[in-house]
Nanobody, 112 residues
Framework: QVQPVESGGGWVQAGGSLRLSCVAS????????MGWYRQAPGNQRELVAS???????NYADSVKGRFTMSRDNAKNTLYLQMNSLKPEDTAVYYC??????WGQGTQVTVSS
């Protein structure tokens, strides 16, 4: 498998929005595991949102109602729309396409 590539991170003030993109090398419908994780300094990598091939999604309690994951099969791309961002959301965000197949991450920094 080829690593997915994340983009869309950056600096934003609290209350702002960002949309992250993750581009895969093939049809994302074929992946049994897809989703977003994040890791802040000193913390473990934690689930943000995940989706199965059947369309079932799971969100961390801390992001429910603020983050939305979606996909575009034609573009082989997974998205994470992040609204009402908080300083606590500051982390490196990683995309996963298939078990253990991580991207290199994109930094999200939210200032107060």
């Amino acid at each position: 498998q080829v690593q997915p590539v994340e983009s869309g991170g950056g600096w934003v003030q609290a209350g702002g929005s960002l949309r992250l993109s993750c581009v895969a090398s093939g049809s994302i419908f074929s992946y049994s595991v897809m989703g977003w994780y994040r890791q802040a300094p000193g913390n473990q990598r934690e689930l943000v949102a995940s989706i199965a091939s059947g369309g079932w999604t799971n969100y961390a309690d801390s992001v429910k109602g603020r983050f939305t994951m979606s996909r575009d099969n034609a573009k082989n791309t997974l998205y994470l729309q992040m609204n009402s961002l908080k300083p606590e959301d500051t982390a490196v965000y990683y995309c996963i396409m298939g078990p253990g197949n991580w991207g290199q991450g994109t930094q999200v920094t939210v200032s107060s």
